[in-house]
């Protein structure tokens, strides 16, 4: 039997016993016999959760990038690594085999060197989907340099928080990018962020759509001009096994977004592992995972887990609906995809388009059906089976997180049997256990709770970058000892696991992550908003779209009002981008507040939800009488 591969549902319960009565052994394991380390460990496993500090192979040293490329030259140089399919199906798909990724990595690696930037400095990415994206993470891992890469879709302002969060020293962007008939004009954007941002000494541009952009001197320069220059080979730097690989944002429910901290040596073992089992994943398979490589599903599952398995990962530039809402189903059919990762919230925006975009294609190379990011629903569930997969290929409803690193809780496709809506069991390694709201573990099955993890794995994020207070007060105070997601789930009768949604202020809109408050703050900088409160409601295709309540000031209730909610969600774009735009605005005289000043969401949930049979007692509010002018002013 091997630890590594899981092949059937006896074989899966083996392994996951094997790996819950001794994670060390089990990890070490897996980790010998798969990886390439340059010192072996000390201590597989070291940690403490209330400190809280996790150390996994403690001791070792290694590059992820010789594990990811370098390695597969001799067996599979020719092989294609990444396999480029542009926004404009008109455009000529790449095909990268390893030797080539290998090459171009290196030679980025080389330019960063060249550009002053060394082992620990912290680099921005902020590119389109386009082969540069990828190349330019691994070249920082080859280099030693911490990658902060934030998603292409970001404005300028949630740019600069992040570059400087994290004191970024050089910002890799390209002059514009595609998106479907579009174009975004992303250098622009760089620009405008970097007035606010004094810790970036260079900026280096990616030429993609041949846009007109300006050039500051002494600090911005094309990439390419620099790539011909430098040498295709780079000596890997040599890393810790705890060395931080690489930052990742992601937004809490109160205050600035929080920089995870992911390290190399546990987050490379966890994604290779999980990748191998979760996708099934065979020597000459297609795989294609249609997230950005701006969220966390992007680096673990296009990037460091199917390329340390020497997989072929597919890239896609563009979107689901561009030229025509048949593009996925074209792209499968032309690449022969054998494993498809995508989201809800896509999912069901296609389902409500003609069947004839399916059905005009060829769907039969595929095996094994991903989903991830937010609770997949019934429906969604159903038509993805019966018409993508055709009732042959397993849904595989992938839950974890960006401090996760790794999927935690999914099927084993093939192994485990899949069930609609319900992530399922947890992988080898990852100990999930129910709490209720006193701290007390909920035993047995058929029971619901808050999800947390009672014991470390190889891919647990191990801080918040500079702020290790706020890494313990939101993992780790809520429950004793162990890891809390700030999701809830449900155990049903033979221990598969449903997650049920966020039980704090995120909101998770088309699978991105929404704090309540950076959205608050941001609609309070309108000149005529006195206070706002943002909560989520049901959507067809979001899964949650936002609702927003808002106080105006006396200078703002003479105004237009259609022309206010514009202004407002134009400040949200130009804040975090046009993700967080509110779907409804409602003008509101008060809001309904506990007697300590408390707003009281809840209430405001429901009403946007149009559930106001049961609002509970609301008489112990300081101003009860506003939920009715609430109600009946609802949009
Ligand atoms: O609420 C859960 C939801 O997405 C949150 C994590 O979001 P993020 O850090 O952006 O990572 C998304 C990609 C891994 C979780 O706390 N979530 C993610 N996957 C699922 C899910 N909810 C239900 N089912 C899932 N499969």
Redesign the pocket.
Known sequence: MSNYHIKHLEEYYQVYRKSVINPENFWQEVAEEHFVWRKRWDSVLEWDFTKPEINWFKGAKLNITENCLDRHLLTRGDKTAILFEPNNPEEEAQHISYKELYEKVNAFANVLKSQGIKKGDRVCIYLPMIPELAMAVLACARIGAIHSVVFAGFSATALATRINDSDCKMVLTADGSFRGAKTIDLKGIVDEALNDCSCVENVLVVKRINSDITMQKGRDQWLQPLLDKASTVCEPEIMDAEDPLFILY?SGSTGMPKGMVHTTAGYMVYTAYTFKNVFQYKENDVYWCT?DIG???GHSYIVYGPLANGATTLMFEGVPSYPDYGRFWEIIEKHKVNQFYTAPTAIRALAKEKLDYVESHDLSSLKVLG??????NEEAWHWYNDNIGKKKSPII????????GGIMISPVPYATPTKPTY?TLPLPGIQPVLMDENGNEINGNQVDGRLCIKFPWPSIARTIWGNHKRYKETYFSAFENKYF???GALRDEVGYYR?T??VDD?I?VS???LGTAPIEDAINEHPAVAESAIVGFPHDIKGSALYGYVILKETGESRNHDNLRKEINQIITEHIGPIAKLDKIQFTVGLPKTRSGKIMRRILRKIAGNDISNLGDTSTLLNPEVVQEIIENKL
């Not at 989903?371 to 997949?376: A, D, L, M, Y």
């Not at 409803?397 to 996760?404: I, L, R």
């Open positions: 992601t997230a969220w966390i599903t989903s991830v990011g937010e609770p997949i409803d992938t839950w974890w997180q960006t401090e996760t992530a997601t700030g999701d997650i949604g966020r995120v998770i699978g991105h992550n």
